[in-house]
């Protein structure tokens, strides 16, 4: 019997040696934060990779997501869902606005485009919508709404670093048209090779997490995308107290300034983010052959002309299908020395901060109260071997 456990998660880590030299660096500079050699090279070095004009670093990916409702100067009510990390919330809830949870379409895990507009008031401002586990909204649909009613988009985009999506709008509602079949096992995306552009051009701001779990991470850190240079010159004055200069603060910063460690693991870790979304590829389209011929078991394929990141594998569970709960499996699979981990779950509209809202009413959120009850998340990350694989999927299938 193999005893090793299973983690649902393992951090990308750079070379030591590597990471060891650029710390050499480091220490005979003696420059170790605000605004060093390597925070500006690796703010520089995303921006190509992500293919987006401008990135602001963060020490997390909530602090972004607060600073980005700061500096739109965002009030009143915030369109949102709860299926997601609960610091999408909080993020709003710091701010002083309030929350309003719409139900996410259970085809997607993504709020429901259907379903903003009667979540609208006269005090809305904003939309906060997520692109859970990577799989990306409907961001042609969020703008022409937002756009209708004078809103603005921040995207929590935590979970879609790297997402590309198609760039010309035919081959977009292939792309969407496609995904209304993504949630049915037995249909596999017909590849699309077309021109991509990244989700985070989208929306006025985006935000990233580079947490450990995440798929690319810097141990702790974050950042904000924008559009134009004005926005990120503000943008790095909000990150460093609202220091605009020497002796002039313009407005009511934070503190989220990235040091030289992390930054100089961050772009060692850029170098191998590729490969690392390459072997979690491999490791979707093998639960995916294994899962399509198990009863009760729902997941999700590619959307054709999507670049995925694989940085989550979801699967629901139909009980009565399948002849366990989820928390049965989970269970079992713990027992087993494999963590799965249900996320999310609670929703955040069920936590004790949100749950008197009147948008968290149950009857609002059916669709996502459904997938909470019935997700779990397999293990998944750059390092899985092929007995490890075979390890959970026998534990999965009987
Ligand atoms: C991870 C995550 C965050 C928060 O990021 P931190 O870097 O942990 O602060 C926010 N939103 C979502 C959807 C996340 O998954």
């Given at each position: 019997?193999d005893?090793?456990?299973?983690?649902?998660?393992?951090?990308?880590?750079?070379?030591?040696?590597?990471?060891?030299?650029l710390?050499?660096?480091?220490?005979?500079?003696?420059?170790i934060?605000?605004?060093?050699?390597?925070?500006?090279?690796?703010?520089?070095?995303?921006?190509?990779?992500?293919?987006?004009?401008?990135?602001?670093?963060f020490?997390?990916?909530?602090?972004?997501?607060?600073?980005?409702?700061?500096?739109?100067?965002?009030?009143?009510?915030?369109?949102?869902?709860?299926?997601?990390?609960?610091?999408?919330?909080?993020?709003?809830?710091?701010?002083?606005c309030?929350?309003?949870f719409?139900d996410?379409?259970?085809?997607?895990?993504?709020?429901?485009?259907?379903?903003?507009?009667?979540?609208?008031?006269?005090?809305?401002?904003?939309?906060?919508?997520?692109?859970?586990y990577?799989k990306?909204?409907?961001?042609?649909?969020?703008k022409?709404?937002?756009?209708?009613?004078?809103?603005?988009?921040?995207?929590?985009?935590?979970?879609?670093?790297?997402?590309?999506?198609?760039?010309?709008?035919?081959?977009?509602?292939l792309?969407?048209?496609?995904?209304?079949?993504v949630?049915?096992p037995?249909?596999?995306?017909?590849?699309?090779?077309v021109?991509?552009?990244?989700?985070?051009?989208?929306?006025?701001?985006?935000?990233?997490?580079?947490h450990?779990?995440?798929?690319?991470?810097?141990?702790e850190?974050?950042?904000?995308?924008?559009?134009?240079?004005?926005?990120?010159?503000?943008?790095?004055?909000?990150?460093?107290?609202?220091?605009?200069?020497?002796?002039?603060?313009?407005?009511?910063?934070?503190?989220?300034?990235v040091?030289?460690?992390?930054a100089?693991?961050?772009?060692?870790?850029?170098?191998?983010?590729d490969?690392?979304?390459?072997?979690?590829?491999?490791?979707?389209?093998?639960?995916?052959?294994?899962?399509?011929?198990v009863?009760?078991?729902?997941?999700?394929?590619?959307?054709?002309?999507?670049?995925?990141?694989?940085s989550?594998?979801?699967?629901?569970?139909?009980a009565?299908?399948?002849?366990m709960?989820?928390?049965?499996?989970?269970?079992?699979?713990?027992?087993?020395?494999?963590?799965?981990?249900?996320?999310?779950?609670?929703?955040?509209?069920?936590f004790?901060?949100?749950?008197?809202?009147?948008?968290?009413?149950?009857?609002?959120?059916?669709?996502?109260?459904?997938?909470?009850?019935?997700?779990?998340?397999?293990?998944?990350?750059?390092?899985?071997?092929?007995?490890?694989?075979?390890?959970?999927?026998?534990?999965?299938?009987?």
């Open positions: 019997m005893n090793k456990q299973i983690t649902v998660t393992s951090p990308l880590l750079p070379n030591l040696d590597e990471f060891h030299a710390l050499k660096e480091i220490w005979d500079s003696k420059w934060t605000n605004n060093g050699s390597f925070h500006r090279q690796l703010e520089a070095a995303l921006a190509e990779y992500l293919k987006v004009p401008y990135v602001s670093l020490t997390n990916g909530t602090l972004p997501l607060l600073t980005a409702l700061q500096a739109l100067r965002i009030t009143g009510e915030v369109i949102t869902t709860p299926y997601s990390f609960v610091a999408t919330t909080h993020s709003i809830w710091w701010n002083g309030k929350p309003v719409v996410v379409d259970p085809k997607t895990g993504n709020m429901d485009p259907d379903k903003i507009e009667a979540a609208i008031t006269p005090k809305t401002t904003a939309i906060m919508p997520v692109h859970c990577g990306p909204c409907d961001v042609r649909r969020i022409e709404i937002a756009d209708k009613y004078g809103l603005k988009v921040i995207y929590d985009a935590a979970h879609a670093f790297a997402l590309e999506i198609p760039k010309n709008e035919a081959d977009y509602k792309a969407f048209d496609e995904a209304n079949n949630f049915n037995s249909q596999t995306a017909k590849k699309l090779e021109e991509t552009e990244s989700i985070l051009n989208w929306g006025d701001m985006s935000t990233l997490s580079f450990a779990t995440k798929v690319y991470n810097t141990i850190g974050g950042a904000m995308i924008m559009h134009d240079a004005e926005t990120k010159k503000r943008i790095d004055y909000l990150k460093n107290f609202g220091f605009a200069g020497e002796t002039i603060v313009v407005g009511p910063g934070i503190n989220s300034k040091d030289e460690m992390r100089a693991y961050g772009l060692l870790n850029l170098k191998q983010v490969a690392a979304i390459e072997a979690r590829k491999k490791t979707a389209n093998i639960y995916r052959d294994a899962l399509r011929r009863n009760g078991v729902t997941f999700y394929e590619d959307m054709p002309g999507v670049k995925h990141n694989y989550y594998f979801p699967m629901f569970i139909d009565e299908k399948y002849g709960t989820r928390d049965e499996l989970y269970f079992k699979m713990k027992e087993g020395n494999v963590l799965g981990r249900r996320y999310f779950y609670p929703l955040i509209s069920e004790s901060t949100y749950r008197g809202l009147e948008s968290a009413r149950k009857e609002n959120l059916p669709n996502a109260h459904k997938m909470a009850d019935t997700v779990i998340c397999l293990p998944m990350h750059h390092e899985l071997s092929y007995g490890d694989m075979e390890k959970i999927l026998k534990l999965i299938i009987k």
